[in-house]
């Protein structure tokens, strides 16, 4: 056991930042719980932009979160939760985010143009990185809607705005901040309006209506759902096209990384942080516990101390509050969250199965590009995918229970891939795997492999069918599921956007960097928007607010100005 050592503290000339003892003679301005996108931001900001020492605490053998990338027979490269990110035009301000957190280190690749397809049982959409000649595809294959599909790409704009708007409030100073909500309020019914509800309301084509929602997964929730927000800020994400990091999503992580170094902090994986210790209300830092090699907390190597005068984390707003807060202390937020989990339906939890793929010959042989494939054989998206209600014979034999899928080809987008690749996601149910949920990773027994194997050739089945010639190219295949993800992420049940983007999710006070507990912030997706842009948004709030009042402002002028490099 590593002894957590004490030593007087330093005095200090801020109040966040008061100099307390780490477990290991080192000592630690804050602490990060998690190193996803939002994670790292916080940290990169608060090493670079203020010189602070921070600690990042990850439980996975890898950094990076969702945006973790991995290998197999040293050729076949595949991300878990980056596909493609919008926003990264050179100049752009997510960009000189980007640029700015990882000097220059991380380079993007543009996707080619179309950068995605919609495909449906009777014909394909080409989206196009051009705004413009998207609204123009779309009303000359609609004509009869050109006035709501007008209309629906200024909603577009007005509904995205609020949600920023919105979210950034909190780190607006509080005299103006009254001013600023009540100048976007006019936009707030509309983005909570359903998406269903808002398609209904101006259009009249089914397939238009589901055209235009063919990128749900992306937030993961149905039309019926989802805010008319949520589908507005990733509609608007895209709309200039897309971008993928040179080198694999992994690629984030390793720019980073020295960014914290720099100011003395480090990265430590396989730390899985178990509690966050708050005494009379504040945080004093977090009991540890690290994992082996397998993952397996049932062994922990070692278990510490780590104490800091500020904890963030990036572990989800559930995860935070409902699993490392104290048992025996009850806070605002874990009340809310029940709450809002008991409004909410179990299928809002957004979970997949996602198929990677390693193949003999380039997918350019069949004509693809490099941009991705929405896969649709129907126009109903309400459908939920057969996989939960086949419990039994999907065992055996899962044919035919997938009807939709997301394609994707990472060496195509990535100028440093070594060998071909492909990736096909869909929905799956997490109950459906729960049986084995109390299994080691690797470790699930047979029953489980044949289940995955089934999905796979499902799956693999469903692309054949649209892309004839497919499964001839494959040489390497491996299926993650929902205890993939809730093993590698520590989320809940598999679910992989956290906080869904229902319309209720806008009222809650907890989605948000700042807590009810002093000096305890939140940041990533849950602190702002799902995708890897809008967590490292949620990442310069949790920073910002770190650093008191002119600490947003600064963190702005930043990453605006490249004024701190
Ligand atoms: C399949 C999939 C595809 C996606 N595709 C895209 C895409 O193409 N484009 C896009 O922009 N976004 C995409 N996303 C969404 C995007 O990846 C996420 O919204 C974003 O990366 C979330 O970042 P985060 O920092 O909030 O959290 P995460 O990346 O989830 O990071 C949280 C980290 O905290 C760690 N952690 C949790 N608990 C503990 C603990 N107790 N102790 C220590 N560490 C802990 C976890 O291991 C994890 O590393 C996708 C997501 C998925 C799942």
Partial sequence: MNTPVTSPQRPSTQKSFTKTVASGCDTYDAIIVGSGIGGLTTAALLSKCFKKKILVLEQHFQPGGLTHDFQRKGKFHWDVGLHYVGEMAPGSLARSAFDYLSEDRLKWQKMPDPFEKFIYPDFTFAVSSDPNKYLADLIHQFPEEETAIRQYFKDIEKASSWVVTNAFLEVIPRFIRGL?????????????????????????????????????????????????????????????????PVGGGGAIAKALIPTIERSGGTVMTRHKVTEIIVTSDRVKGVNVQKVSASGSLAKPIE????????????????????????????????????????????????????LYLGLKESPRKLGFQGENHWIYMTYDHEQVDAIDSLKETAITDASNVYSSCYLTFPSLKDPMAKGDTAEIIASADYDFFEPWANHDWKKRGEQYETLKLNISNALIQLVEKQYPGFKDLIEYQELATPLTFQHFINNQKGEIYGVPFTANRFDQTWTRAR???????????????????????????????????????????????????
């Fill in 180 to 244: 600023v909500g009540t100048i976007v309020k006019g936009n707030e019914k509309l983005a909570k309006e359903t998406t269903q509800y808002y398609l209904n309301r101006h259009f009249q084509d089914d397939r238009l209506k589901s055209l235009l929602t063919s990128q749900w997964g992306d937030y993961g929730l149905p039309p019926s759902r989802s805010s008319f927000g949520i589908h507005s800020i990733v509609v608007n994400h895209y709309l200039k096209g897309a971008w993928y």
């Fill in 303 to 354: 278990t510490m101390v780590y104490h800091a005068p500020v904890v963030i984390s990036d572990a989800g707003a559930y995860t935070t509050f409902l699993k490392l807060m104290p048992n025996d202390a009850s806070f605002p937020e874990s009340a809310s969250i029940r709450s809002l989990s008991a409004q909410n339906k179990d299928t809002d939890k957004s979970t997949i199965v996602t």
């Fill in 515 to 565: 807590t009810s507990i002093k000096n305890l912030y939140l940041t990533g997706a849950d602190a702002f928007t799902p995708g890897v842009v809008g967590a490292m948004w949620g990442g310069t709030k949790a920073a910002g607010l770190v650093q008191g009042i002119l600490g947003f402002p600064r963190v702005m002028l930043a990453l605006l100005m490249g004024g701190y490099r």
